[in-house]
């Protein structure tokens, strides 16, 4: 375990950035204000039965007007810096052609808010919500989306980058293509696994073409991506577990790694994905344009994947016998199969350890361990923490006070899986918790809360969680608390 009992506290390097992370659609609200249309997410949310509760992000946080009461409480939490992603339909409503100044000035004033308050603007340029006439034209598995999302990039870099030297340009690619077009559990809501290995290309392609954009324009900026990363482990010690791992791991982190730190497709992911397509859609040049240098590589990490060969059909315990209990709800062609085409076969086996209200397994090992792999086998760029977090039902005490320990346990094991990391080797540069604010948590709606501060969507009222002032006493000491949980 990566909790020792040290008396010494566990300290971070000098000038570590610690922040929290937003997105758009999640906290904004005013999805039809100062001009703005409608993205993917608009259309999706507002589709009967794709969002739990029937919940939307017409309202969400309504931090487009609250944002300078948001950034007080930055502030009050002594963040040095925070990540938030820019709404493409706010900034450029049709997905091409004019920018649109108003929505272009409250990120102004959101970044000058930030800045007066020392805290360092860390702008995501898509954080999933394309505009919908780019979807009503071809969506990501048209390769036009590549090049209008890198004119965007170049839009926005010429309205913010006087304020704003460093760009992440995707978030998590792997949701949007996989759980966009391929399970469609993720707006635009497709099921096709063709077209999702497509989108997975063309938005490596924007990506490529947006970091060329972004250098271009100032080559002194800072430009990298953000990739949800999972650490995968093979169920058993059978060679058909192992091949399992093998491909989740390919379509969940290799298919992103390789084109951008690489140059290259796996080979035994376009194996495995041989019966869909033969990637036609790579085009010579294409891979240059995927590897366009960058100057760090952002982590998103929650959990782990464990995962096993195919179960003959009447199995109900693993092959090996050795009593494993496996996943009921992943075993079925669920959905979520859906999300890793040509490999519908693998099983997800359920976790041994504690879950977090998503169901996903507490394993901050997993995090020291992706850290490592992508320094060692793929990069000596700065690496970012640029998502870490936990949705769990909040505790509200008597007096109205919520005691999240159970979230300041996920952050205190995965900090301290940070600090082994760095002490292995990795230039681990920042750490963003995912969330400043419970918000819109996509295909959940508002039944999952992610944030170090509370809101009552009623009120809008905010109040810092326990975890929040945890977090505040990190930042503070620039490392954990000496005493470790046991
Ligand atoms: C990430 N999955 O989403 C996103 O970047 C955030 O916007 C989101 O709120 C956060 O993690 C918590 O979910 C993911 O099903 C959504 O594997 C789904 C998956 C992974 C990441």
């Not at 990501?140 to 170049?154: Q, S």
């Not at 009593?323 to 997800?348: C, M, N, Y």
């Not at 690496?383 to 007096?399: H, K, T």
Request: proline share 7%; charged share 25%.
């Amino acid at each position: 375990s990566t909790t020792s009992a040290d008396a010494e506290p566990l300290t971070f390097p000098a000038g570590f950035r610690w922040g929290t992370a937003t997105a758009a659609y999640q906290v904004e609200g005013a999805v039809a204000e100062d001009g703005r249309r409608p993205s993917i997410w608009d259309t999706f949310a507002h589709t009967p039965g794709k969002i739990t509760g029937a919940d939307t992000g017409d309202v969400a946080c309504d931090h487009y007007r609250r944002f300078s009461d948001d950034v007080r409480l930055m502030a009050e939490l002594g963040l040095n810096s925070y990540r938030f992603s820019v709404s493409w339909p706010r900034v450029q409503p049709d997905g091409a052609g004019a920018a649109n100044q108003a929505g272009l000035d409250f990120y102004r004033r959101l970044v000058d808010e930030l800045l007066e308050n020392e805290i360092e603007p860390w702008p995501t340029l898509y954080h999933w919500d394309l505009p919908q006439p780019l979807e009503d034209a071809g969506g990501w598995p048209d390769r036009e989306t590549a090049e209008r999302f890198a004119d965007y990039a170049a839009l926005v870099q010429q309205a913010l980058g006087d304020r704003v030297p460093r760009w992440t340009t995707l978030n998590e690619p792997w949701c949007s293509a996989f759980l966009g077009y391929g399970s469609g559990e993720h707006a635009p809501g497709r099921r096709d696994g063709r077209s999702a290995v497509q989108a997975a290309h063309h938005l490596m392609l924007g990506h490529g073409m947006a970091a060329q954009a972004l250098r271009a324009a100032d080559p002194a900026a800072d430009v990298g991506i953000t990739l949800n990363l999972y650490a995968i482990a093979a169920a058993g010690p059978h060679p058909e577990d192992a091949d399992a791992a093998r491909r989740i791991d390919g379509l969940a982190n290799r298919i992103f790694l390789d084109p951008i730190l690489r140059g290259e497709y796996p080979a035994d992911v376009v194996e495995d994905l041989r019966d869909l397509t033969g990637f036609e859609h790579v085009h010579d040049g294409d891979l240059a344009a995927t590897a366009t240098p960058l100057t760090y590589m952002g982590v998103n990490y929650y959990s782990r994947y464990v995962v096993a060969a195919p179960r003959p059909a009447s199995t109900a315990v693993s092959p090996d016998g050795d009593g494993r209990r496996l996943d009921g709800e992943h075993a079925a062609a669920s959905s979520f199969q859906l999300a890793w085409p040509g490999s519908e076969h693998v099983r997800f086996v359920d976790a041994e350890g504690p879950v977090t209200a998503m169901g996903w397994e507490v394993h901050p090992e997993g995090l020291a361990e992706t850290l490592l792999r992508v320094h060692r086998e793929y990069t000596p760029l700065p690496l970012y923490v640029m998502e870490n977090g936990a949705a769990f039902p909040d505790v509200v005490d008597g007096d109205g006070s919520i005691d999240d320990t159970d979230r300041i346990g996920y952050l205190d094991g995965h900090l301290a899986a940070c600090r082994s990391a760095i002490q292995a080797g990795v230039p681990l540069r920042g750490y963003f918790a995912w969330s400043l604010l419970d918000n819109f948590e996509w295909a959940h709606g508002y039944s999952k809360r992610f944030g170090l501060v509370h809101v009552d969507f009623a009120t809008q009222r905010r109040t810092p969680k326990a975890s929040a002032r945890w977090y505040a006493d990190v930042i503070r000491r620039n490392g954990l608390p000496g005493e470790r949980r046991p």
